[in-house]
């Protein structure tokens, strides 16, 4: 499989009216609480967090690096590390197995988020452009920086889209925030999808915390390009079972490869 950070070439193919990625999602990145245990799975997504204390190498094969975004403004309202602080820690890991991407610091737009920072959701858009700038004029020892698009509403991320203007060049691999807790709605996660597709068709998105519900959906997965989560810790924990054994998550991605899919009547159309 090629990387997807150096591989430029559109994938996506859309219909007359631009809403649909013919292909299926391409990779699922499976959340890990304990870096050692990366190297027992295909793909994987880091936080940042877990490997600032690490001393040794870590073995991995194919991986995301997490800004660890949702903990820090949940916990902090903003962040302590800076871009240079973050950009040390991507160069730091870098040639650990095949680092993909290292996610930018993004600031999400959840109601209890804008509560906590006390902002609002322009002010979260602006910040995200601003750290994602600054991170890519940082030595990142030649590691893709995935931007993140930000918003709640459809319009949201279509603006924030508009903002982000030709930084996001053809085909480039592109995080959507702000969606994890509505995976109990697929379709509102569809309208967003189907919004930022509408705008920029070419355009791979990486689904942030993605849960069975959302990529049970057809269009879900249609319009994704990749998807991570970390659902299996909680739902072993909620089952008394081990919640950080990595054949929990290997298990969850095993079911997530062949979960039944819901084709949407607008997918079945758009098709």
Not at 50 to 70: N, T
Not at 242 to 250: K, M
Request: aromatic share 8%; net charge positive; proline share 5%.
């Amino acid at each position: 499989m090629a990387d997807l950070s150096r591989d430029r070439r559109p994938r996506v193919g859309v219909d007359g009216v631009g809403l649909l990625a013919t292909a299926a999602m391409n990779e699922f990145f499976i959340g890990l609480h304990q870096p050692s245990d990366a190297r027992h799975v295909p793909s994987a997504f880091i936080s940042v967090h877990r490997l600032r204390p690490r001393k040794a190498p870590m073995q991995v094969r194919r991986w995301i690096l997490d800004s660890g975004a949702f903990t820090t403004l949940q916990l902090r309202g903003g962040y302590p590390h800076s871009p240079q602080e973050y950009a040390a820690e991507i160069r730091r890991w870098r040639d650990n197995g095949t680092l993909l991407a290292a996610v930018a610091q993004d600031f999400m737009c959840e109601p209890f988020m804008l509560a906590r920072t006390g902002l609002s959701i322009a002010d979260h858009q602006r910040l995200t452009i601003e750290r994602y700038d600054e991170l890519v004029g940082c030595d990142v020892a030649g590691a893709y920086i995935m931007p993140v698009l930000q918003g709640y509403s459809p319009d949201d991320y279509c603006r924030h889209l508009d903002q982000y203007g030709d930084r996001l060049g053809p085909a480039a691999w592109v995080g959507v925030g702000s969606v994890c807790k509505r995976n109990s709605s697929p379709s509102a996660v569809e309208d967003v999808l189907i919004a930022i597709k509408h705008a920029r068709p070419d355009l791979r998105l990486h689904g942030f915390g993605i849960k069975t519900t959302a990529l049970a959906s057809g269009l879900a997965r249609s319009l994704l390009h990749s998807a991570d989560s970390m659902a299996w810790s909680y739902a072993a924990r909620r089952q008394k079972r081990r919640q950080n054994d990595y054949r929990e998550a290997l298990a969850f991605a095993h079911r997530i490869a062949t979960i039944p899919v819901q084709e949407s009547l607008l997918a079945q159309l758009a098709l």
